[in-house]
């Protein structure tokens, strides 16, 4: 059974920073692939970016591109999400997820972590 734990969330103040962690555990094969989702109040689970176990591998939402940076600690099974720049509009809950394949989209992953929430104030 795979798990994950996210980590790090918080208030901050836009134009800051903050580093999201995700510890898995659990068969390794069953999570060639990690991403980080959000969900806003009243709106849908959307993607914000995934990562191979290799690393060679990353996607990310364009409402991110070049603000956030996903990277991956194999040997403590550990996947960061490095948020700079952040917006009012980067409020959410953020999910941690493990699946086989890397893709954009909420349904190829099959464990989720809790979330935990992050709040960007103007």
């Known amino acids: 059974q795979v798990q994950l734990v996210e980590s790090g969330g918080g208030l901050v103040q836009a134009g800051g920073s903050l580093r999201l962690s995700c510890s898995a555990s659990g068969p390794t094969f069953r999570y060639n692939a990690m991403g980080w989702f959000r969900q806003a109040p009243g709106k849908e689970r959307e993607f914000v970016a995934a990562i191979t176990w290799t690393g060679t591998r990353i996607y990310y939402a364009d409402s991110v591109k070049g603000r956030f940076t996903i990277s991956r600690d194999n040997p403590k099974n550990t996947v960061i999400l490095q948020m700079n720049s952040l917006k009012p509009e980067d409020t959410a809950v953020y999910y941690c997820?493990?699946?086989?394949?890397?893709?954009?989209?909420?349904?190829?992953?099959?464990?989720w972590g809790q979330g935990t929430q992050v709040t960007v104030s103007s």
């Open positions: 997820a493990a699946g086989p394949v890397l893709a954009t989209v909420a349904a190829a992953y099959g464990y």
